[in-house]
């Protein structure tokens, strides 16, 4: 195993997330709502498990949106004018990233709901 290549590749990657926080919107959206769903965690007690499911839906979210905008990105170099296949395999991409926001915000609800419940009513 070459160790300086591997050491590399962790800062390659790096300055991928740092590109993606710095130029896309929608990333950083979701990084918003991750901080704001890891204090609801923290003050709502969440069990172990549920910490589990709170930890995979926040970091499947920010890879499906790292995997989005390298779709982007592709997609625009190989077709910088116009088409209707270019523009179709972006807008897959993002409806990829709709479903899983909505099926991890359903997933949320189910964990919290029960548990404010109890401490709103």
């Given amino acids: 195993m070459d160790i300086p290549k591997f050491l590399k590749s962790f800062k390659y990657a790096t300055h991928g997330i740092l590109h993606v926080i710095k130029s896309e919107q929608n990333f950083r ?14 003050i709502t007690g969440l069990s172990s498990f549920e910490w589990i499911i709170i930890i995979i839906l926040i970091s499947g979210m920010f890879m499906i949106e790292l ?13 910088p004018d116009f088409h209707q296949l270019a523009l179709q395999a972006k807008d897959l991409a993002a409806g990829a990233c709709l479903v899983y926001a909505i099926c991890s915000a359903i997933v949320g609800f189910i964990i919290f709901i029960p548990k404010w419940w109890g401490i709103i009513f």
């Avoid at 959206?29 to 923290?42: E, N, P, R």
């Avoid at 905008?69 to 170099?77: G, K, M, N, P, T």
């Fill in 67 to 79: 995997v989005n905008a390298s779709i982007e990105r592709v997609v625009d170099l190989a077709s």
């Fill in 29 to 42: 959206f979701h990084l918003l709502a991750a901080i704001i769903v890891l204090l609801a965690s923290i």
